[in-house]
Nanobody, 126 residues
Framework: QVQLVESGGGLVQAGGSLRLSCAASGRTLSSYGMGWFRQAPGKEREFVAA????????LYADSVKGRFTISRENAKNTVYLQMNSLKPEDTAVYYC???????????????????WGQGTQVTVSS
């Protein structure tokens, strides 16, 4: 069993920054891909970013490319999402997830991820 706990969300003005963290327990995740997703009210959950097990491969949604950076610290079993130049449309609950089926490659498909955190709210005011 894997537990993922997100933190770092909050209220920020447009143009500001936040850094989300996702700490894992129950299993060492250094061999697996990790991803961040988000869900705004009334919308489907959407892919944000993903990172391979060593961090050599990353993937971003077009909407966040150039503004968000995903990284990981395997020694701490933690993955991060640095979010800069935030926009009101980034407002959502952000979830991290682990893909136990792959490590070298990454995927944008939510169904490929095996465990999810409870989410952390990010609100960007205009």
């Amino acid at each position: 069993q894997v537990q993922l706990v997100e933190s770092g969300g909050g209220l920020v003005q447009a143009g500001g920054s936040l850094r989300l963290s996702c700490a894992a327990s129950g299993r060492t995740l250094s061999s697996y891909g990790m991803g961040w997703f988000r869900q705004a009210p009334g919308k489907e959950r959407e892919f944000v970013a993903a990172i391979s097990w060593r961090g050599r491969s990353t993937l971003y949604a077009d909407s966040v490319k150039g503004r968000f950076t995903i990284s990981r610290e395997n020694a701490k079993n933690t993955v991060y999402l640095q979010m800069n130049s935030l926009k009101p449309e980034d407002t959502a609950v952000y979830y991290c997830a682990v893909d136990l089926g792959r490590g070298l490659t990454v995927t944008t498909t939510p169904g490929s991820y095996d465990y999810w955190g409870q989410g952390t709210q990010v609100t960007v005011s205009s």
